[in-house]
């Protein structure tokens, strides 16, 4: 890396930030274009946020990427969101205008949707039913994209029925929340599967999910990508189904961030996937 005076400068915040793989990610893409620019890992307290996110618009920076527990207070820290942000609630992505505005965006249920085509092609979600276990901020994100890409049918079940409840209400009427002792009934019928948990990441135990009545060609996604394989893929894959990692999902969030700070649309290869992986075994 060399920069000059002139360098573009974006980054990702976050508490803790250290195992973001997104600095890893944004500069292999600066490098392969030859840009000049820089992407910087940003470890910020939820104190210091909105008046740090506002101070990196005014040294130069063109934006940056928010994780953990910054998602929430960057929807609220920003001048204007688009509808998909707000709807979720929460914010991943900030671009800084020429202006000075600070505009919000989420890409995390959109990077979901572009992963789940590029691995399933020919896949087709303008019927048919999901099932998404979690409500969290990722199963925000992702119930969103999967309501605007048309499924009929969503059912939530979480650990914490309150949570799948207001969530679902927010949704709207595709929307069925089941209870987290009936999950064994959550299957029946369903395309896919998603998890959305923290359940079966590295140092977790797995899902406690019994899959005897998951259709045979349901696709199982697990947002989970340390491991690469969790041990609801490989349950899944054991039974014939198809399974995809976590991983991509990241990797595609990263696309538009990217093109709004450094002028280009970096592609998502296995050549990239390979490399930002390697980046688990390495932090
Ligand atoms: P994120 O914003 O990344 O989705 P989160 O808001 O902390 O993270 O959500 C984590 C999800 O994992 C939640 O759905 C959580 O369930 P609760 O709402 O009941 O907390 C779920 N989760 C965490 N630990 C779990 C466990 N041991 N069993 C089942 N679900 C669990």
Known sequence: MNLTGNAKLAGVMGWPVAHSLSPRLHNHWLEK?????????????????????RVLSQVGFRGVNVTVPHK???????DEADD???????????????DGSLFGTNTDGTGFLAHLHASIPGLDLTSGSAAVIG??????????????????E????????????SLALELGP?????????????LDEVDILINTTTQGMVGQPELDLDLATLPDQAIVYDIVYNPLETPLMNKAQARGNPVVGG??????????G???WFGVEPEVTEELAAFVSQGLVER
């Open 72 to 78: 929430q207070a960057a929807l609220a820290a920003v």
């Open 154 to 165: 969503i059912r939530i079940c979480n650990r914490t029925l309150a949570r799948a409840e």
């Open 33 to 53: 274009h030859r840009i000049d620019g820089a992407f910087i890992p940003l470890a910020v307290t939820a104190d210091h946020f909105p008046h740090t996110l």
């Open 247 to 256: 991983l991509g999902m990241l990797l595609h969030q990263a696309v538009p």
């Open 258 to 260: 990217f093109s709004a």
């Open 135 to 152: 409500a969290g901020g990722a199963a925000r994100a992702i119930c969103v994209a999967l309501a605007d890409a048309g499924m009929a």
């Open 174 to 186: 595709e929307v069925l929340v089941i209870n987290w002792a009936d999950r064994a009934g959550l």
């Open 84 to 98: 998909r942000a707000r709807r979720i609630g929460a914010a991943n992505t900030v671009i800084f205008r020429p």
